[in-house]
C-alpha cells in the first residue's frame, strides 16, 4: 500500500501549540482544530491535571460533539526510562485512533517543537501516519513581551540553553552572546545565579515565572531572587544593559 493510499485511509496525528499560558494566545487554526477533532491528546500529571488542556480551556468550551481523551500520564522524575515508557503507550494509543481513520490534535504548552512534549510522539508516529503542526507562541516571546523589552536588536548575537545543560556550556553562552535565554530553569536556579555571577551579567538578566498566567512572577534584579530550585515553568531572560540606538 502506497504512502498516499495509507494517508486517506487513516486519521492525522496534530501537533497543535497552545502557547505558555495566557488562554487568548492560541491561535486562530488551533482553536479550530480542538474545537473539531475527534480525539484530543495531551500530558497529565498522576492527578490527571494538565496545563495544556487548562490553557486550552475557551476552546473545549466551543465543543459542540463528543470528544475522546487520550491523557499520557508523565511521572514526574528524571529517569527518562519512565518518561520513554510513557511516551511509547501515548503514541500506541494514539495510533489506535489514527488507525481508525480519526484526527487525534496533541496539545503541547508553547510552541510543539520547541523543546515541545510533541516532538517525542512525532519521531514514533511520523513513519506511519500523515502528520501535522500548528506551531505557537513559545515561552521566549511572550517573556519579551511581559518584559517589554526586545530580545535582540541590529547585530546581536542571541543563544538558547537549558537549565541542563553542564555550567560550562552556560557560562560559555553568556560569555559569547549578547542576548541569552535560560530555559527549564526551574532546579538548575542556584547553577544559574551562580553563572551569571561568575561571568559578570548579573546586571543584564531578568527571571520570570508562569508567563502569562494568574502567578506569573517577574524579578527584574535577580540579586535578590532566592537561591534555591523554582518552578519549572521558569526562565532568565539575558541582554545587554546598555544598547546601541542607530
Known sequence: MSASETSQKTGRFIGVGVG?????????????????????????????????????SEAFAGVTHAQNE?????????DRSLANEAYDNGAKAIADELSQGKDVVFLCEGDPLFFGSF?????????????QVVPGVSSINAASSALNHPLTVLK???AVVSGRH???????????HDSVVIMKAGRARPRIL????????????????????ENERIVRDVSTLEDKAGPYFSLFVVTKSERGTR
Request: charged fraction near 25%; include cysteine.
Open 166 to 176: 553542564t555550567a560550562q556550556q552556560i557560562d560559555m553562552a553568556l560569555e559569547q
Open 194 to 213: 551562580m553563572a551569571l555571577r561568575k561571568t559578570n551579567r548579573m546586571q543584564d538578566a531578568k527571571y520570570l515565572e508562569y508567563i502569562g498566567r
Open 119 to 131: 516532538a517525542y510522539l512525532l519521531e514514533r508516529l511520523e513513519g506511519d501516519f500523515q502528520c
Open 20 to 56: 505558555p499560558g495566557d488562554p487568548e494566545l492560541i491561535t486562530l487554526k488551533a482553536l479550530r482544530l480542538i474545537q473539531r477533532a475527534s480525539v484530543v491528546s495531551y500530558l497529565a500529571n498522576d492527578e490527571g491535571g494538565s496545563q495544556a488542556k487548562t490553557i486550552a
Open 70 to 78: 487520550i491523557a499520557i500520564v508523565m511521572p514526574m522524575s528524571t
Open 156 to 158: 546581536e548575537s542571541f
